[in-house]
């Protein structure tokens, strides 16, 4: 008993620094390399240095402080994006007003969440974290490195990334606001004017702002988080990721935006992107799409598994996305989905979940892809990852191991509470599919405000 | 029917109190303001410490320090041989004395959740907590009693319920307790109920703004104030103005951050708008330490504890133990081995999570060993914690690594330190205010007693706290029939009686007599026999109607006692002797 006590306690001890000792250093030996932009290499290795993809290529030999990992048979990928997920977020919606861009889920990072530990073993290096499709503005998004084992929520930022908004079309806002509430936007025309009145008076926010700097007036305006993120947005400085599903209402949003020169723009869940497909190619606007979940909402019925590969095929980047704790688990077999669905090749299947949730996350410079100088993040499969026998074996971040199938753990958790009475992973657990997972936290706030 | 006199004494006693507190002519002065603590040992400060000195206190200002000082013939000597004296404690953060507001209060209804009134959304930073005070708030006496002298209150609230003052611990209505006042701006991720801000983030945002605003006011002001000339007059925005002092770097930020997650949240909340921060109520800070080290971030430590149900485990299993070694229990020993059994067969899953929750446990009990460890200095504050829990937690932080040097600081001179007043308090130094407890043994020790606690030289004197007689539990059974006398003493008063116990073990049967009514009995019932120990209910008549009463009494051979409760009054003790067998007669 008690010897196994002290297994245990060094098992924990090891779970708890998994990441002493790592460098960045690491050389991935004879694997099948799937570079996504400059195809597929057999017998290839791949060696990261500092965090950096520094070669890639045969017969490379390793320093000496340079993890090494065998990867034969095995096939080695960028690490899997997913351009729209909830995870590592201890506040997802708050839904007080159905503009907020002012607000962002960066403050409420959750490095804790296992659900990123989860992620990491099906091969997802990066997440988008968002707000949630509450509010028709608001609030901002965080691009997160998924990190797990540290403590700060500081560093599950990936540094740099462009900032990015969530924007929420239909149903949701409507109802929240709308019915929940009894304020606009009650309607599908109400939403757009919610767009309107917001561009409109940031406008008018520049334009005091200006006049101060100027000179031309003597008081600044009073200064409005609100209108400053606004200003961004229109300044092309904030990527637009807007929650839709009907083609009318994703029309209606790209002409609001071609109004007033925003052209930044990802729309998200977008079930009916098949039918304005050309459109949304010419806008410029991208993609992020289910493989095939519909139907959880009245307009959400008419859909189809087709979409990713029609709007792949018509020149929109698109990429497939989670939206769950649980879908985040294996993107690649929703990526292989459009295969069955399409046609699309192995290659053109990979990019939804790699280049092209970089592209639309504005970080394909740095990741996506395996190329020398980009950020060394890559997961290694046992089978081809569009295969439905494919098991991931390693998850590398900037060139650390976050995930090991052979050093795999039961329990993952890195903060216990002292006084719990139950794991709290048997709490996230459950994540029902009646329901995207945009809407967290919402009723909460309905009822509260109703009730007190 | 039986009546108990003491209730209705209790009621007059109540009543004499309400007249007491309002009218002052009745208060009785004290025989002297000048007192000399004799030969105790004087922890001047947690490393100066006089073995045999004595404090004089004249004025409510400490007179003199020293291993002899001047007596004044006027002066009321305390014997302190074999005690202690300490500063008394500093209390960093807390509600003393400001009481929960009425929560069924109606809020005005909103129609536009998001654009509410900086009042509904918890941004009333220019509330002063004097306003808030109640100085006859039952807090204030609890805190006394846990031998703290000084607190630095702030209001009760959301976001940001307003700024902090330094009060002196006194109901002395004739004293200006408020040491310093507006010295702190008190701020904790609260959000509001339902409406903007609803969240975390809503609350970073609003703060965010907010501070930019006010930053850009207080240039504003400052500009205007030397050419006005032109320029459109200042717009007034209460919360702004208030904020204003936060902005210009002269009044620190207490910002509640207990647990790890928000200690990140307000060091960077801080780091991005540059206020000056104290952590306040910290209890897992263990994973921020290089982040508060570099950043010089004044900790306030909280003083509450994760409960550590490994201890009260172990007491249970010596009483266990004890009675599998009594003959009696033997059929009892065969179920609870069964028991056991099952317990081996546990879950693999669920014994490793075990693991790691003791393995936190340790680092939460450790956590203020942790700070001494790597040299960061912090002060404890009652924000949140019970003031009767403080002696047990810091004992059990000081059994997890805590050195009691730096666990006296943490009560005294940093709290003092850290809310500005150090030059009046946190030290048994000349020239300090007379705020000094007196224990009978030292204070970290289990069984020490706070005997007297001086504030600003007002004495307050307490009863050494009765040691609990061991419990005979597994003990030779007592046959406790018989009539017994009993007296229960409560507000001062004192009531007395008889009780017959007939009966045996299993069926007791217990009769009250009331020494007024000596022939009218009440029954007992519900009783209940653990061991020696003996629980009983009663009803009894009261002039304000009938009431119950609830016993519970550890008997002896030929005496026994206990206590009494009292509905919702509390509970007295209650004691008795054997004064014959239940046959005879009164």
Redo the contacts between chains.
Sequence with gaps: MIMRNIFLSTLCIFAMSFLNGQNGNVLIKNGTVITITDGVKENTDVLITNGKVSQIGKGIKASANTRVIDANNMYVMPGIIDAHSHIALDVVNEATNPVLPEIAVGDALDPFDVGIYQALAGGVTISHAMHGSANAIGGQCETIKHRYGTYDPEEMRMDGAPRTIKFALGENPMRVHGEGRNVPPRSRMGMEQEFRRSFAAAKLYKKAKASYASGKTKTPPDYNLRMETLADILDGKIIIHCHSYRADEIMMLMNVLGDYGVNKICFQHVNEGFKVAPELAAFGAHASVFADWWAYKFEVYYSTAYNAAILSKNGVVTSINSDSGELIRHLYHEAAKTQRYGGLTDNEALRLITINPAIQLGIDARVGSLEVGKEGDVAIFSEHPLSIYAIPQYTIIDGNVYFDINTDQIDMRIDIDPEETLPSFFEHGDHNHDEDGCMEGVYEQLFMENHK | MLKFKFLFAFLLSGFLVSVNAQVDYDKIPQVTNTYVLENATIYQTSDRIIQKGSVLIENGIIKEVGPTVTIPPYAEIIKADSMYVYAAFVDALSHTGVPKSDAKKE?PK??????VSDEIAGITPGNNVRDSFNPKDQSIVDLQKAGFAVSHIVPRGRMMPGYGSVILLTQDADKDIFLKENNSLFAQFTPA??????????V??KW??LY??AE?KSG?LSKYKTSST???RP?ISKAEEALIPVVKNQMPVFFVAPK??SI??AI?LQKSLGFNMVLADVKQGF??NA?IKSGRYPILLSLSL??DKRKKDKKEDKKEDKEEMNPDSEKKDKDEKEEEEEEEELD??I???K???????DR?LGQAAAFEKDGISFAFALLNSKSKDVKKNVRTMIEHGLSEKAALNALTINAAKLIGVDNLVGTVERGKLANVIVTDKPYFEEKSNIRYVFIEGEKIEYEKKEEKKKKSKGGAAVDIAGTWDYSVSMFGTEETGKTVITGSEDDLKISVYSADEPNDAEEAYDIIRDGNTVSFSLNVDTDGGAMTLQMSLDFEESSYDGTVSVGEMGSFPMKGTRIGDPKSKF
């Design positions: 809020r909103v129609k536009f959740p998001g654009l109920s339902g409406v903007s801000p609803a969240t975390l983030i809503g970073i945002a965010k703004e930019k605003n850009q504003y032109g320029m459109p717009k790890h997650k990140a949240r960077q994973h921020s982040k994760p409960e693999p899953e014994e490793a999570i693991i790691k929750k003791e393995a936190s446990l939460y």
